[in-house]
C-alpha cells in the first residue's frame, strides 16, 4: 500500500528566503500531484508530474519527480505572505490508481 | 467554468444523529470522489464513482457510511449513524482526467459531531 511522507510538517520562513519540501512515497507512483490548501477553502491542484525527471514551474513554486529515488521536491524560491498555505503532495495508490494524500506541510511566510 | 458544489458547508449534529452531504461535480466529468480530512491530515478517499457505478469503496465504512450518484451527475454522501470520530471536512472532488490535469475539489462540508 502506497504511504506518503512530508517533510517539515510545519515551515516558518521569511519572506525573500529559499526552502524546500520533501515528499517521499513507500511504492512505485507514475505520477506526483501537488495541492495547495487555504484555511478553510478547498484544495487547488498545482502540479501535476507525469515521469521522472519531470520539472514544473508556476511563479516563486518548482516541482521536481524522482521516482527512482521515490522523492518528489516543492522549491520555493524568494517567498513572499501570499505563499502561505498547506502543501499536500499525492501519489497513486488504491486498487484504482487513486490519489494517497502525504499530511501536508503548512507554510506560514512572515514579513 | 463552475466548480465542485457542495452542501451545506457547515453542520453540526449529535452524535447516533444522520447527516447527508451533497455534491454536484463539473459538468461533464465522469469521475466523482468523496474525501474524509480529519484535522490536521491529508484527505482519505472513501469512495470513487465513475458516472453512477462504484469503482472504489475500499476505505468506505459501510456499517455506516452510504453513497450513490443517481444519473451520473450530483452524489450524496450519508452517515448514519454518526460518531464522535466522524467530525472531520468532507470533500468531494471531480475529474475528467486526473492523471493529466488532477481532481478539482469542492470547498468541502465541515462536520462536527457533539
Known amino acids: 500500500e502506497l504511504k506518503v511522507e512530508q517533510n517539515p510538517l510545519f515551515l516558518s520562513m521569511q519572506e525573500g528566503k529559499n526552502y524546500t519540501i520533501y515528499c517521499n512515497y513507500s511504492t512505485t507512483s507514475d505520477r506526483l500531484y501537488w495541492y495547495r490548501q487555504d484555511p478553510g477553502k478547498s484544495l487547488e491542484s498545482l502540479f501535476v508530474?507525469?515521469?521522472?525527471?519531470a520539472v514544473k514551474q508556476e511563479g516563486r513554486l518548482m516541482a521536481s519527480l524522482d521516482t527512482k529515488a521515490r522523492l518528489s521536491t516543492l522549491h520555493i524560491t524568494a517567498a513572499v505572505h501570499d505563499l502561505s498555505a498547506t502543501y499536500f503532495c499525492?501519489?497513486?495508490?488504491?486498487?484504482?490508481?487513486?490519489?494517497?494524500f502525504g499530511k501536508g506541510t503548512k507554510l506560514s511566510v512572515k514579513p | 467554468e463552475a466548480g465542485v458544489a457542495q452542501s451545506p458547508r457547515y453542520k453540526i449534529i449529535e452524535k447516533r444523529q444522520s447527516v447527508a452531504f451533497w455534491c454536484n461535480p463539473i459538468s461533464g466529468h465522469a469521475t466523482l470522489y468523496w474525501y474524509q480530512q480529519i484535522l490536521g491530515q491529508g484527505p482519505k478517499l472513501l469512495i470513487q464513482?465513475?458516472?453512477?457505478?462504484?469503482?472504489?469503496d475500499s476505505q468506505l465504512p459501510k456499517d455506516r457510511f452510504s453513497a450513490e450518484r443517481l444519473k451520473g451527475v450530483d452524489s450524496t454522501l450519508k452517515i448514519q449513524p454518526a460518531k464522535l470520530e466522524d467530525s472531520a471536512v468532507y470533500l468531494c472532488?471531480?475529474?475528467?482526467?486526473?492523471?493529466?490535469?488532477?481532481?478539482?475539489f469542492g470547498q468541502g462540508t465541515r462536520l462536527t459531531v457533539v
Open positions: 508530474l507525469l515521469s521522472n525527471g
Open positions: 464513482f465513475q458516472n453512477n457505478g462504484v469503482v472504489d
Open positions: 499525492a501519489g497513486e495508490g488504491g486498487s484504482q490508481g487513486n490519489l494517497i
Open positions: 472532488a471531480s475529474s475528467l482526467n486526473y492523471r493529466v490535469l488532477g481532481a478539482f
